[in-house]
């Protein structure tokens, strides 16, 4: 059997490169020792074997360990996950890959498969192929299934859209066009979809065929700027990159949903705004968007205080590092923030002036916090520009609106981490202001947590008198909490 798998991945196969004769001399090494000594490892039973086999990233490499002794020759046959991936762009290549992967399906048993996965640039002179690895796994009855296609774009087969046993399928360059306009996928609960379009009846119809359906991503899909969902499934959704219609508002309606994630998407631009509708169950957002700062556009601006009204019960709440451009700008019109619910905030933001009033604007509107998370960044490099914004330093006294105070104590706030506080600063940094309104507003405060990392990795001397200086700094700070601990951290 091993003399059938040398054509692909052996010393005579076209796709032979650097890290394969690694691999290979690793496993030659392997079976010399197993040949010299007395073999412990192959005495142990199949299932710990199998489980060893399991850590294995590559399906190539589980075959490999054929060479190692006769008791290995089957074994691979009955592991628990296949992983077929290959990234190259040849025809000829891939032909050779996609044909080592029937040989393999047809030595296997598939009896203990869970797993099934397979990655590369599809053409439709594959389609075969492809559809005896779905067959392989309607056979089997695998649970988890990958078909990840770089390019392409790979017609699901109808004998896929009705399937009893699938809990988790991932598509990617896959059109879904189930027959008769329905599917069953009775136990699938974890549902990943990239660079596949998408109407809104189509994601009805797998909807309303998911009846368990509890974690839906959405990635780089398209087809429609309404999504609605109005079953009780799911309870998780993430959009990555969706691409509206034109410049309509991508549109949210998910009455039952409880945690929902947007990231690389923008508002602004050619991208219309986000609403969402009937989010009452929601726990958890994630809003990590770009957000293009446009003022003088009231319909916009209508639109995000929409947005950030619609959030006020959630629990959970992340925002990216637009969120300080909005504010700004609800403060240039004279609006106030609502009052929010939630309990963890997490704010990214960029390490400069013009972010602290906006964050300042959020803890304000945040009676109940008790736990803040902010994640410094760069800024992005010139030509970019946010408008409407005052530096922290051109302040009032008194105020607090434009002093850099707050207008409130922190009363529940028991927790904060600073991640990504990098240097060189000085005691002025707008972020050391941060940590020392914080430590003077928070009343019941427990722990602080500032990481320090890129001092702490370093073996300079400026970065060593950096770090020496903000800690000695931030210590020397006042706290209204006598139980708070500081802790820098890498």
Known sequence: ??????????????????????????????????????????????????????????????????????????????VSKFDFCNDSQDTERIR?????????????????????????????????????????????????????FSQGNYKLPPTLHFNSFLKKLRLRNCTIAPPQQSLEWKCLTSLSIEEVELSQSLLGIILSGCPVLEYLELTKCWGTSSLEFNTRSPKELVLRNWFSTGSLPLVISAPHLQFLSITDHTIGETNGALQLFSISSLVKANLHFKY?????????????????????????????????????????????????ACKCLTLNAFRCGESIPGILRMLESSPKLE????????????????????????????????????????????????????????????????????LKRARILEKIAIDVKEFMGSSSTTCSSNYSKISQTVLSYPRSSPKIVVQFCS
Request: proline content about 6%; charged content about 20%; aromatic content about 10%.
């Open 371 to 438: 736990t803040l998370v902010i994640n410094w960044s760069d800024p992005p490099p010139p030509p970019y520009k946010v408008s409407n914004i005052a530096p922290i330093l051109s302040l009032v006294p008194g105020d607090p609106a434009t002093s850099g105070d707050l207008n409130c104590d922190l009363l529940q706030l028991k927790m904060v981490k600073l991640a990504l506080f990098e240097g060189p600063y000085d005691v002025d940094e707008p972020m050391l202001k941060l940590v020392q309104l914080l």
């Open 1 to 78: 059997m091993a003399g059938s798998m040398s054509g692909y991945g052996g010393n005579n196969s076209p796709l032979i490169n650097e890290e394969t004769v690694k691999q290979q001399n690793n496993l030659e090494v392997a079976q010399i020792l197993l040949e010299d000594e007395e073999d412990r490892l192959s005495a142990l039973p199949d299932p710990v074997l199998l489980h060893i086999l399991s850590f294995l990233d590559s399906t190539t490499d589980v075959v490999r360990t054929t060479i190692l002794a006769k008791r290995w020759r089957y074994l691979w046959t009955d």
């Open 292 to 340: 293009c700062c446009l003022s003088t556009n009231v319909t916009d601006s209508v639109f995000m205080r929409e947005l950030f009204e619609s959030l006020q019960h959630v629990e959970e709440l992340e925002l990216g590092n637009w969120f300080y451009e909005v504010v700004s700008e609800f403060e240039t019109k004279g609006w106030q923030l609502p009052q929010y």
């Open 96 to 148: 050779a890959f996609v044909d080592w992967i029937f040989r393999t399906l047809i030595l296997s048993c598939g009896h203990n498969l869970k797993k099934f996965r397979v990655k590369f640039n599809y053409q439709d002179c594959f389609a075969s192929r492809v559809y005896s690895c779905v067959r392989f796994c309607i056979r089997f009855m695998v649970e988890d299934v990958t078909l990840d």
